[in-house]
């Protein structure tokens, strides 16, 4: 989903001197109720307090300082959270802990949000020891005048800068990806390879590739030989991403790549499809790559699956298992939105995921991510189904 542009004046006073800037969230927060000037002399307990009351605290001092400061509250934030699980304990219903999980995450997200940072013109910023960071923010912010965002914000803003640049390596694409800020990363290897080595359709010569993001899937794809795909996105950064990875990796006259929110116009011979997992609410925009509300991605994908197949060919889902784990969504659910779209499962492929927080014990959510399980799902229309 496209980030939608909330032209917010915030104000603050220096010196009974009153000032302006606009205000900008990429996750859609709104701004503090109220702004104070703070410098090296806060404490990360002062800044909390500050935060849980509603207050944002604009940053004066020393760049480095500010970002000490935030690791201070991180740190103080994740002990409070540990103290209080080993007093309450983990509730016994797993869809329980996970939307205690989301809410904690939110609300540790807005309290370290707090911590904000001007931004002037040209993309400067004017304080001891503040990094470069006009490129970085040139292609997120579409700002000629001052704003403010939080520091969190702006870290992840560099941070994803830095991936763009340097690119993440994917095996599958025999190179690079390159990922936007607000794009979904391809750090997941192992649903990737269930796309790589899959068995396509028997004369696959078109595939379409929904919900495209990087372009990855559609690279693997005519890496694999298929001639002619069409990727789409609905959201801009992502089309702008999945062109570049495109060219990048030489395959722009076999891919088409259209902003659109599902289906481009005809029929192909392999569709594929890698929704949101989670059937959840999203708590702002970037989350939608991760939370699918009422799984409508995927059953609106299934639904008009047949429609857009060739006579024999085939849709790929590929979407893990941990939404039933987590007690969101039930195989038989997944199952039945399947059969009444008119389809068959011809096969499924299934792999374990190896990130790192499958092995983390501290995590709320550890014992559904150990059990968690990616699959490609192959998947035909029933010989009885009239697709027109």
């Not at 939608?4 to 009974?16: P, Y």
């Not at 809410?103 to 400067?124: E, T």
């Not at 919900?211 to 795909?229: F, Y």
């Amino acid at each position: 989903m496209a980030v939608e542009i909330m032209m917010q004046t915030i104000s603050w006073q220096e010196a009974e001197k009153d000032y302006f800037a606009f205000w900008h969230s990429e996750s859609g927060a709104k701004p503090p109720r109220r702004i104070v000037p703070v410098n090296d002399t806060l404490t990360a307990d002062e800044a909390l307090k500050l935060a849980h009351e509603g207050t944002g605290l604009l940053w004066q001092g020393d760049y480095q300082n500010a970002r000490q400061l935030l690791q201070a509250m991180t740190r103080r934030l994740d002990k409070k959270s540990s103290r209080k699980k080993e007093k309450t304990g983990s509730p016994e219903n797993i869809k329980e802990v996970f939307n205690l999980y989301r809410l904690g995450q939110a609300q540790r997200a807005r309290l370290l949000g707090m911590v904000l940072i001007r931004i002037d013109p040209g993309f400067k910023i004017s304080l001891r020891r503040a990094p470069d960071v006009q490129q970085a923010c040139a292609l997120v912010y579409p700002y000629t005048d001052s704003f403010v965002v939080s520091l969190r914000e702006l870290l992840g803003v560099i941070g994803a800068f830095e991936w763009r640049r340097n690119g993440v390596p994917v095996p599958e694409v025999g190179g690079k990806i390159h990922p936007y800020y607000g794009v979904f990363s391809p750090v997941r290897g192992e649903y990737l390879k269930l796309v790589d080595q899959a068995p396509l359709p028997d004369s696959c010569e078109t595939a379409f590739d929904i919900g495209t993001g990087t372009g990855v899937l559609s690279i693997i794809l005519a890496k694999r030989g298929v001639k002619h795909i069409v990727a789409t996105d609905m959201q801009q950064r992502a089309v702008e991403c999945a062109r570049f990875n495109i060219a990048n990796t030489g395959y722009q006259d076999v891919i088409t790549v259209e902003q659109r929110s599902f289906f481009p116009d005809g029929k192909a011979d392999l569709i594929v499809c890698n929704p949101p997992w989670l059937p959840a609410k999203p708590s702002s925009p970037l989350e939608h790559a991760v939370y699918d509300p009422d799984s409508a991605m995927l059953r609106g994908f299934l639904k008009n699956l047949p429609a857009h197949l060739n006579r024999n060919g085939q849709g790929w889902l590929i979407i893990s298992d941990l939404a039933e784990h987590l007690g969101l969504r039930s195989r038989e659910d997944l199952l039945g939105w399947i059969k009444q779209a008119g389809l068959t499962v011809l096969e499924r492929h299934d792999i374990k995921p190896h990130h790192a927080k499958v092995a983390d014990t501290t995590d709320l959510l550890h014992a559904a991510r150990k059990a968690e399980v990616t699959s490609l799902w192959r998947l035909a229309v029933h010989e009885c189904t009239d697709v027109g």
